[in-house]
Every structure is written in structure tokens, then in C-alpha cells.
């Protein structure tokens, strides 16, 4: 087999670099082989896999995954794309590694066109796969000619190894995990996770269009006194009950979605498009409207956002009598097809106090979150409605709502509970973490499962997506909390909603975390 002549940084190449060599490689008959994954920490098990790897073939390639798109808990990747890249190249049995650009191989495998792709024997099994990952990498080797080869070697967990080893996981969430970890495994967390496909659930609530103007500051007007900036790119998202539904039904194939769209709204095939093909919808349509878009001006530099300014746009007109009927009428005639009813109120003229008392009358598990922002300058508190299962409110605005700044959360909680017949309420807290209270008086407190966040911008909805199909299939408050976390870690890693928190990717952040 030949050895590489290329010094360390000299294997580094870029996607673009690669092709272009291996296709030269491949004219004169050399096959090439490609292992592919994250090499956080970099161990004796990797380095006989690549050794085994490189006894398959010609040239040994080794694909990782980005910064950007590694999901496996607070702290993680311990070492940067850079350094992994470094140590990596400094194998003599790998000749050239490459940054993939997406969070999965199958696109990287198609551009590297190996003729052997190597995994580890735990990959044998395609069933036990909790991600299914495995199986669309095999299709994809398959679409390029190529093999999957099992090295059969002793097997070592970089996850394992680091949260054991690595002080790289905040010692609040170490204890959380430990106490987490008495009562389940990981294996028991997942199936749980899989049974939530069983429930039946009616999302309820505001419509929202995200639009994100990415700008290039350009200083001081030289006509003025205001500030000028240069447009570039913009990107559009679901959110309000739009995102929230789409969450949901990752991880259930039974939503419906009760909101309101505008009848003049020129996003309307974007939202039939990005919407969740498995969702039933129940629309009204708002004559003389647009459905609410929020605009936001960012500054993007690197990894970090900061928004400069927010317009609201469309959906100021409240529901005509004819509608409000329509609504308390779909609810009264359907509420017994349900599971879980979750309410997002953000305000924006969707409910009214009829359609307010028609969902506090149902008998479903009620699951409520209600905004405060600029556009009902804080008269949409969560005390408007009687009842709920389940209040999702962040700090200050459940502090609104009590018309209480400096009271404990505990005491505030349990005068919510009995204002409002609750019995269970979580409070997010950003980088604290989340407060959880039931009605029995029990407390506690979850940490926050990320270190860092790219937009903070729709991870309470994450939140209260998963926690409420957690606490209406009837899971204890740490379990259904935790979930709900992960799925907010999760996507704060994101721009806005740019994408809905996927099954597998969820199950395979709190496996690696459970290590």
C-alpha cells in the first residue's frame, strides 16, 4: 500500500481541493477510502480503525463533521474543527481529511465517491441505529459504486471517555444528569420518546412569518443623524403556531393546526410548502391582510447575530363574530379526537375572551403559552385564561402576570397554580436554565444544556413543544422538563426556526449526553 508524502497541514484539503485529486487518483485505477464522524477525542480505538481503514485500499480519507453541527451536549466538540482536523492529519495512515459541509456524510460521501467507506462494527446493525443515519449513508455508498467495509476492533466511546474524563460539562448539569440517570437509562428515555407518536395533538394560535434581513453596517448617514447599513441576503421561517406544529409533528403523525391566516398574504405557498405534510389544518382567512410577519435587521458576523431592529407587519384585525363562532364550534365538535391542546397565544389578535373560555371549558390536557411583546404591549398575560394542565412562560413574563418583580419563583408559582387551577408550570430562565413547580409544591431545577447560542429567537417554542407531549403522555416533571430542554439546546444552535428539532437528531443528543 502506498504511504502518504504529504506533511500534516498539507493533508487538509478543502471539498473543492479533494475532488479535484481524487478524481486524478481514481483515473489511474487507486481506490480510495473514506471514514467519516466527529474524532472529538481522538483514541486508540480510532487510530487501529484507521489502520484497519487504510488496509482496504489506496488513499485513506477522513471526512468530520463541523463545529456548527455537532449536537452532543453543553461543551461539545471539547477540541475545535481546526485542532481535529490537525491530529487527524498528523496520522501516517491518513492521507488527506476533509471539513464536511452538512451535518450528515451522505453528501460528503457522494462529492468523496469512495470505492470502500469503513464504520465500526456497532454499525453493523442498521436497526440499532437510533439516528437511522447508517442506513442513508449505505444508500449513499451504494449510489457511487462503492462498499461498506466493518472494521471488527475494540470499540472505545468518545462521549464516554469525555464526560468522564473532561471537565467540560458544567457541574450543575453533571448533578442534574446523575440524579436524571437513577431512574432512566438512555434506552429508556428514547423508547419514551418513541411512544410519543401514539398522541393526538391540536395546536392552537398565532401564525407568524419570520423574515431575517442580514445587513452590512455602513456608519452614520452622511445626510443625517441615523445610522445606514447595507442589505444582503434575507431568509424567511415559520413561527408562532406554525413552528410549533412542525415540531410536534416530528414526533407524532396526529396534529392538527387551528390558526389564522391573512387572505392577502404572499407567504402562503412558503407556508403550505415548509408545513409538515402529515399536519391537518384549520384555517381562517382574515380579509384585508397579510398574515403577521416580524422583520428583523441582523448584523451576522461569524457565528454571532445581533438584531438591530424589528417591524411587525399584517394581522391587525381582530376575528369578525362569524369566525369566533366558526372556531368555538371546530373546538366544541372536535376536542374529543385529542390528546394534548397547546395553546400559543402570542397576542396577535387570534384569540379573544369567547375563544379564551371555550378552550378553558374543554376537558383535554391543556398546555398554554402566552407572549407579551411589543405588538400587545402587555395585556396578553396568561391569568386571561382560567385553567391549564401546563404554563410555559419565560421569567419576565410570568413576573407580569403576577404584577410580582421580586418575589421567589416558588412563591409566585404556587399563586399562579391556585389562580388558575395549574398543576404543572415551567419557567424559562435563558442560560439559567428552567424552573419547574407542580402544584403539590415540588420544585426543581434544570440547567441549561447549551454553552453557547447562535439566536435565542424560537427556543422556548422548542421547549414547550416537547415538554407538553411529554408531561400529556403523563411523564414526571424532570423527564418531560429535561426533554424540552434539549430540544430549546438544540435550537439555539440555529438561525430563527431554520429547520424543526428532528426525532433522530434529539434521541442521538440526549444518548451521547447520557454517556
Known sequence: MQKSLETPTQKIK???????????????????????????????????????AKEQGDKLIITITPDRFVNKGPGRPVFTEALRLEAIAALQDVDYVVLNDSPDAV????KIKPSIYVKGNEYSDHGSDITGKISEEAKAVESVGGKIFYTDDIVFSSSSLLNRYFDNIPPEVTRFLNSLKATYTDKDIIKKIESLTNLNVLVIGDAIIDEYQFVSPLGQSGKGLHMAARCLEKEIYLGGSLII?????QFTPNVTL??????DCPHMNFIRQNLDPSIKTKFTYLDDTTTLTKKRYVLKDGKTLSKLFECYSGQDEALEPRQTFEIIQFLQENAHKYDLVLVCDFGNEFTNPQIIDAIADLPNFLALNTQTNSGNRGYNVVTNYRRADFISLNEPEFRLAAHDKRSSLEGIAADICQIMTCKNISITR?????????????????????????????????FLSLCSLCLANHYSPALSNFIGSIAAAMSVQMVGNQESIKKTSLCKFITRLMK
Do not use: W
Request: charged share 20%.
Open 258 to 263: 387551528l390558526t389564522a391566516l391573512g387572505k
Open 14 to 52: 478543502s471539498l473543492q481541493e479533494i475532488e479535484e485529486i481524487l478524481g486524478a487518483d481514481r483515473s489511474i485505477g487507486l481506490k480510495i477510502v473514506q471514514c467519516h464522524g466527529v474524532f472529538d477525542l481522538l483514541h486508540p480505538g480510532h487510530i487501529r480503525h484507521f489502520r484497519t
Open 107 to 110: 453528501s460528503i460521501i457522494k
Open 430 to 462: 435563558g442560560v439559567d436554565g428552567v424552573f419547574s413547580y407542580t402544584s403539590d409544591g415540588n420544585s426543581m431545577q434544570i440547567p441549561a444544556f447549551a454553552t453557547n447560542s447562535v439566536d435565542r429567537i424560537g427556543a422556548g417554542d422548542a
Open 245 to 249: 406544529a412542525n415540531h410536534i409533528a
